[in-house]
T-cell receptor, first 113, second 114 residues
Framework: AQSVTQLDSQVPVFEEAPVELRCNYS??????LFWYVQYPNQGLQLLLK??????LVKGINGFEAEFNKSQTSFHLRKPSVHISDTAEYFC???????????FGKGTKLTVNP | NAGVTQTPKFQVLKTGQSMTLQCAQD?????MSWYRQDPGMGLRLIHY???????DQGEVPNGYNVSRSTTEDFPLRLLSAAPSQTSVYFC?????????????FGPGTRLTVT
């Protein structure tokens, strides 16, 4: 079965610093990869997705992620974070041919002034 | 469009009670699903549906029932609540088929079982 590992449960950073949130998935022939963000007391919203094509994917709010097939990774990056980026971030994987979305356990990003 | 709506927002149940969490979407999405979110566990799929009349089990289906009689609605039933079902429940929907679309999430229902 497909699995997703988010390597850091909590990431504290200072405002305007760069950040990388790491995500690895178990290998599969074809996968589709997603990052979702959850602000406090809200549902999840899609940040970005990789379906095919260019391995560098840009999303909302200045976030981007790079699909690395050989390392089975899909790390999320932002060059300069804001206080408003404080939230929990979830990596998710859908295996080709499956309807199911498998989520990682989440990374809490805290941006400090 | 209201998107994905969930009711109630909060609920407290006693062990053994039953209840139904409601989920509705107005986007004509074929695919709907229920997740539970627990601290440090991420989101885990409970049940999902690829269209009216079709449902299937996810990762953690025990203790929950679903049915899908219309495209719009996908209620989740707790048959006999247990403290282990204390969680935040999210409903999500998306277009189905072979083309991948993003899942839209509702605001969640926070359930406490005492």
């Amino acid at each position: 079965a497909q699995s997703v590992t988010q390597l850091d449960s909590q990431v504290p950073v200072f405002e305007e610093a760069p950040v990388e949130l790491r995500c690895n998935y178990s290998s599969s022939v074809s996968v589709y990869l997603f990052w979702y963000v959850q602000y406090p007391n809200q549902g999840l919203q899609l940040l970005l997705k990789y379906l095919s094509g260019s391995t560098l994917v840009k999303g909302i709010n200045g976030f981007e992620a790079e699909f690395n097939k050989s390392q089975t990774s899909f790390h999320l990056r932002k060059p300069s974070v804001h206080i408003s980026d404080t939230a929990e971030y979830f990596c998710a994987v859908r295996q080709g041919g499956s309807e199911k979305l498998v989520f990682g356990k989440g990374t809490k990003l805290t941006v400090n002034p | 469009n209201a998107g994905v709506t969930q009711t109630p927002k909060f609920q407290v149940l006693k062990t053994g009670q039953s209840m139904t969490l409601q989920c509705a979407q107005d986007m004509n999405h074929e695919y709907m699903s229920w997740y539970r979110q627990d601290p440090g566990m991420g989101l885990r799929l409970i049940h999902y549906s690829v269209g009216a009349g079709i449902t299937d089990q996810g990762e953690v289906p025990n203790g929950y029932n679903v049915s899908r009689s219309t495209t719009e609605d996908f209620p989740l039933r707790l048959l006999s609540a247990a403290p282990s079902q204390t969680s935040v429940y999210f409903c999500a929907s998306s277009y189905g088929g072979t083309t991948l679309y993003e899942q839209y999430f509702g605001p969640g229902t926070r359930l406490t079982v005492t």
